[in-house]
């Protein structure tokens, strides 16, 4: 197929112009379930993290790690696959997805358009959660500094004693002498 042309859609075999396009498309589904992965993910930490149940923090953590990864290896096969569609298609290996849109036909520009969007809507939500969960952590390390500051005032108050020279001074004593 010339390179002036569009890409047709339907059933053909993965080394073709519409087999590479299905798999960039299906590779971007994939992209989105991990990040809807990691949104529910983000949202059940937060839940841990008001009820400051650490354990489950970190379970959650590592799955958020783990699905990390996979959405790294994820998109770097769609790189991959984009660039083998872009020079199958005769078009420069630097160019990027969005340059390939017009020469979809339209039901292929409304799935990549729907998809586009539907990843941009779910990262945002995934940041919104994320800015949450960092308040959150932010607002118990500011608990946990004020009390710690208390202890530590409350430890550190001058014991009703005389100094070592019977002079009267109080001695101060110190459980704790050391900032988290």
Known sequence: MPSNQQVPLGVAGTDTQEGLFEQVVQLLEMHHRLLKGLNALAQKKEQSLVKADVAEIQ????????????????????QQVTVALLARMGMADDARLSDLFDRLPPQGQERLDRLRSDINTTVLELERQNQRNK????????FYDTYYDMLRRATEAPAPAYGPQGDG???????INRKI
């Open 169 to 175: 001074e109080a001695i101060t004593r110190s459980l």
């Open 59 to 78: 379970k959650l953590t590592d799955a958020e790690n783990t699905l990390i990864l996979q959405s790294g290896l994820v998109e770097k096969q769609r």
């Open 135 to 142: 308040e959150l952590i932010e607002k118990s390390l500011q």
